[in-house]
């Protein structure tokens, strides 16, 4: 069994619930469209902010949408999807990211760095917009850093938006006493949600359409278990409604129904 033979047989024009979608195509949950208007809040203010949420809830598909919208003349994207690098990582990143060779000296570094995100606003008039994925992974030395950078003016004016995307221990790890200097500069929290029954069942029936077909190929039963093993989480959904797919083909059934839905979370339990 191969997935070409899946997409022939249920008439699709590719796979649905594939990861490669265009900012265009998403689904727009309700939690989906509020991370992504708090995102907009935060770089049109040049603040900081933390967008939360459980492993596959659509924290980073919700950061991308939202770039996506930003007018590139404007503004400078700097995504860092990998924080185990390090404080002088961190920075040499962004220097690179900014388009220059990072200097060796963790000192000429950070000096390096805050110039070039000022640089960024005054000569080249674009807005830098600095995302940190999976930042609660950021040590404590890191948080400090960015800390730091962001009262590089001395709090008169923000040089850049920071928005860190991550787990819930985000949230938990800024509460601590620690980093009382970081979150009193938080301008925004968001946490996003996962989808509604509802939600989920629109989610399924917006990427099969997305596939090439307009009809009902998931049964509302088969969506409910969907949603209820998946806890409403796009991703977990995802994978389920593929494996329900796939159980679907090789029983020869029509639709998706409860009994392929029940085959995909026995499957998808087991791994």
């Known amino acids: 069994m191969s997935i070409d033979q899946v997409r022939a047989y249920f008439g699709f024009t590719k796979m649905p619930f594939g990861k490669a979608l265009a900012p265009s195509a998403l689904y727009k949950s309700h939690g989906h469209q509020e991370a992504v208007a708090r995102i907009a809040f935060l770089v049109g203010e040049a603040a900081i902010g933390v967008v939360t949420g459980e492993v596959g809830s659509g924290k980073t598909v919700a950061a991308r949408a939202a770039v996506a919208e930003l007018e590139p003349s404007r503004h400078s994207i700097v995504y860092l999807p990998n924080p185990a690098v390090g404080a002088r990582g961190l920075y040499a990143e962004l220097v690179s990211r900014l388009g220059a060779e990072p200097r060796f000296h963790k000192a000429a570094l950070i000096a390096q760095a805050t110039s070039l995100l000022a640089a960024e606003c005054s000569e080249r008039g674009r807005r830098p917009v600095v995302l940190v994925d999976e930042a609660h992974l950021l040590d404590s030395s890191q948080l400090e850093e960015l800390r730091l950078l962001t009262s590089s003016e001395m709090d008169s004016a923000n040089q850049f938006a920071l928005i860190l995307i991550g787990q819930p221990l985000l949230r938990a790890r800024l509460r601590l006493g620690s980093f009382a200097a970081l979150e009193q500069r938080l301008a925004l929290r968001y946490v996003v949600p996962p989808m509604s029954p509802e939600e989920t069942a629109g989610y399924v029936s917006h990427h099969v359409k997305l596939a090439g077909r307009a009809d ?18 796009p991703r977990a959904v995802n994978n389920l409604a593929r494996q329900a797919l796939v159980a679907a083909y090789a029983a020869k059934a029509a639709i998706v129904d409860d009994k392929a839905a029940r085959s995909a979370v026995a499957e998808m339990s087991a791994e």
């Open 216 to 233: 009902t190929l998931f049964s509302d039963d088969a969506v409910a278990r969907v949603h209820q093993a998946a806890r409403g989480l």
